[in-house]
T-cell receptor, first 118, second 112 residues
Framework: GAVVSQHPSWVICKSGTSVKIECRSL??????MFWYRQFPKQSLMLMATSNEGSKATYEQGVEKDKFLINHASLTLSTLTVTSAHPEDSSFYIC??????????????FGEGSRLTVL | QKEVEQDPGPLSVPEGAIVSLNCTYS??????FMWYRQYSRKGPELLMYTYSSGNKEDGRFTAQVDKSSKYISLFIRDSQPSDSATYLCAMTGAGNNRKLIWGLGTSLAVNP
């Protein structure tokens, strides 16, 4: 099946530093990728939609200057958490949408990246 | 009122039991209904999806959609300890740029 690779799976950083998370679509070209945030025992919260070759579309309440998204190729999207603070500690998950037939486009998820900001 | 409601549980059942997981929704425009399984500290994986109303079966899993009641279900027969995970429902409308709306997820534990 299709595979989405996310890296790193776990990162600890100091407050004020920036962290980059990569999301790669290994089996198909993904013109659209999504970045989610998930708190413990909570559902997925969509942060932004990443479109190849154009600016990301951020959800309401998500600071685009803090969460920089770059989708430079059809197989790679990156999320950079800038000037990280402890409240940014969370589980970040990316997904890639594979164009399908018949109207349904399946989302494939990465393994997630757990960020801990000290 | 949230667009999608899902009881977070937790739900604990003995091995071999039939499990019923449910979601309700309010947006009648939803056309695709999905069930994802998420193991601890992993990304979700798609179990099944259904278009519009009806049933769909895949092995031990059956998905049902009742659009008239705005109610969807996932049944797991002969549940196994390996089914222990969080099950999230998700749904979306048709057309381009549709957004996936997620339920809270139900935590399931199948005890041997």
């Amino acid at each position: 099946g299709a595979v989405v690779s996310q890296h790193p799976s776990w990162v600890i950083c100091k407050s004020g530093t920036s962290v980059k998370i990569e999301c790669r679509s290994l089996d198909f070209q993904a013109t659209t990728m999504f970045w989610y945030r998930q708190f413990p025992k909570q559902s997925l919260m969509l942060m932004a939609t990443s479109n190849e070759g154009s600016k990301a579309t951020y959800e309401q309440g998500v600071e685009k200057d803090k969460f920089l998204i770059n989708h430079a190729s059809l197989t790679l999207s990156t999320l950079t958490v800038t000037s990280a603070h402890p409240e940014d500690s969370s589980f970040y998950i990316c997904s890639a949408r594979r164009p399908g037939q018949g109207g349904f486009e399946e989302l494939f998820f990465g393994e997630g990246s757990r960020l801990t900001v000290l | 009122q949230k667009e999608v409601e899902q009881d977070p549980g937790p739900l604990s059942v003995p091995e071999g039991a039939i499990v019923s997981l449910n979601c309700t929704y309010s947006n009648s425009a939803f056309q695709y209904f999905m069930w994802y399984r998420q193991y601890s500290r992993k990304g979700p994986e798609l179990l099944m999806y259904t278009y519009s109303s009806g049933n769909k079966e895949d092995g031990r899993f059956t998905a049902q959609v009742d659009k008239s009641s705005k109610y969807i279900s996932l049944f797991i027969r002969d549940s196994q300890p390996s089914d222990s995970a969080t099950y999230l429902c998700a749904m979306t409308g048709a057309g381009n740029n549709r957004k996936l709306i997620w339920g809270l997820g139900t935590s399931l534990a199948v005890n041997p």
